[in-house]
């Protein structure tokens, strides 16, 4: 099993970057596959999961409106449109997997994950 993010870098506040999360070894429309991300010094939170299958989403209010997910099931691959961004999304960000489905609360319930992508919003 392998959950490998891609998309991370340097930009400046109010921009935008797309996040990639491929994965492979599981039957990706099976699972609730989310995003989490993790700040310096802060816990890490869900921010957003879709379940492939019917393409159901959830966000957490601190991205609401300004990030979306979205899934190529042909391709078993996450992605996450980030835009206007802020300096305070600098976090790494993980994509993970639950067969149970979504929930940005599970953290420490994920079956699988990537090992991170590291996204830089310099003011």
């Known amino acids: 099993v392998q959950l490998v993010e891609s998309g991370g870098g340097l930009v400046h506040t109010g921009e935008s970057l797309r996040l990639s999360c491929a994965a492979s070894?599981?039957?990706?429309?099976?699972?609730?596959i989310g995003w989490f991300r993790q700040a310096p010094g802060k816990d890490r939170e869900g921010i957003s999961c879709i379940t492939p299958r019917d393409g159901a989403t959830m966000y957490a209010e601190s991205v609401q409106g300004r990030f979306t997910i979205s899934s190529d099931n042909a391709e078993n691959t996450m992605y996450l449109q980030m835009n206007s961004l802020k300096s305070e999304d600098t976090a790494v960000y993980y994509c993970a997997a639950d067969v149970l489905g979504c929930s940005l609360l599970a953290v420490d319930g994920m079956d699988y994950w990537g090992k991170g992508t590291l996204v830089t919003v310099s003011s």
């Open positions: 070894g599981f039957t990706f429309e099976d699972y609730g």
